[in-house]
């Protein structure tokens, strides 16, 4: 298991945001990205969420609404993976995975793409 900082596993996170495509975060309206040590359960299953109302439901989304909110999951992160370099490729992976969420695709989907 690795161990990483908050501080430093954030930035890792920022790392791999700005790695990703353009025209993957360039359509990213109202959304945060935040990192929390684990899920609200405390378990170590699941490394990222997506919390908020993905592009296909916007047509119900009113002015003022709170952003959406994509949250990695430090603890298990670094419970996955043996590796800094793995620990990227893993971050990588959830990022893509989430923002797909946010645009709308389902893990049924997102399976059958290879992100699940």
Request: charged share 35%; proline share 3%.
């Amino acid at each position: 298991m690795l161990d990483l900082t908050h501080d430093s596993f954030e930035k890792l996170v920022v790392e791999e945001l700005d790695q990703l495509p353009d025209e993957m975060v360039d359509g990213l309206e109202n959304v945060v990205f935040l990192v929390e040590d684990r899920p609200e359960d405390g378990s170590l299953d699941l490394l990222g969420l997506y919390d908020g109302t993905d592009l296909t439901e916007r047509d119900r989304y009113g002015f003022g609404e709170l952003p959406d909110r994509i949250i990695l999951y430090r603890e298990p992160h670094l419970a996955a993976c043996d590796s800094l370099d793995e620990l990227r490729d893993e971050i990588h992976v959830t990022l893509v995975h989430e923002i797909a969420h946010y645009f709308g695709l389902d893990d049924a989907e997102l399976h059958k793409l290879g992100w699940a």
